[in-house]
């Protein structure tokens, strides 16, 4: 049983660009959520996706967007990067209706 | 709404010694509580989770924790620290209720001095 991955591991982007942050679920899981994690903070909830459909948000503005495909690897696009963008971003996937999040090891971005 | 609260950003605490890091929450409807370990340039792995059942929850490497709930505290605990538990700890809580949203704490960061 494989666990979470994402890619890549880190990232330098400038402001005003556009990235595209990549997770992989473990395998049978049909449920990811995406969590920003600034420097010396908790994590905080971007969104959910449940089979490829948001169904839940945080308090991120609309230019944080994702994806979720058939085989459950998802994606979250930021568009318009600001400096305060700057994070370790996870992904965390579960199954549907069950309490446990496996996250992932994370992408860093810096944005100059 | 749900709140995280953890007592202390910082802990150290010598080798052998009581590990005790504080926990806080908030919520409306009966929680899923949970502590995450993070070590530096990694993400959280999962070390307790309290979900109603038993109210002592055991976890990995030695740690547990209790669910008070006239207290609404989740302390993590773990008898003798070892130089290998150093690292960044995270409170979280989930609501039980079908909820998609797990808020955490800051964190707090455990020194172990040899």
């Known amino acids: 049983e494989t666990g979470v991955t994402q890619s890549p591991t880190h990232l330098i982007k400038t402001r005003g660009q556009q990235v595209t942050l990549r997770c992989s679920s473990q395998?049978?899981?049909?449920?990811v959520s995406w969590y920003q994690q600034a420097l010396g903070q908790g994590p905080q909830f971007i969104f959910q996706?449940?089979?490829?459909?948001?169904?839940g948000r945080g308090n991120f503005p609309p230019r944080f967007s994702g994806l979720q495909f058939p085989n459950y690897s998802s994606e979250l696009n930021v568009n318009a990067l600001e400096l305060d963008d700057s994070a370790l971003y996870l992904c965390?996937?579960?199954?549907?209706?069950?309490?446990?999040?496996?996250f992932g090891p994370g992408t860093r971005l810096l944005v100059l | 709404a749900q709140s995280v609260t953890q007592l202390g950003s910082h802990v150290s605490v010598s080798e052998g010694a009581l590990v005790l890091l504080r926990c806080n929450y908030s919520s409306s409807v009966p929680p899923y509580l949970f502590w995450y370990v993070q070590y530096p340039n990694q993400g959280l792995q999962l070390l307790l989770k309290y979900t109603s059942a038993a109210t002592l929850v055991k976890g990995i490497n030695g740690f547990e924790a209790e669910f008070k709930k006239s207290e609404t505290s989740f302390h993590l605990t773990k008898p003798s620290a070892h130089m290998s538990d150093a690292a960044e700890y995270f409170c979280?809580?989930?609501?039980?209720?079908?909820?998609?949203?797990?808020?955490f704490g800051a964190g707090t960061r455990l020194f172990v001095k040899a």
């Open positions: 979280a809580v989930r609501q039980n209720t079908g909820g998609f949203k797990t808020i």
């Open positions: 996706y449940y089979r490829e459909e948001e169904n």
């Open positions: 395998s049978g899981h049909n449920t």
């Open positions: 965390a996937s579960s199954y549907a209706g069950e309490e446990t999040q496996y």
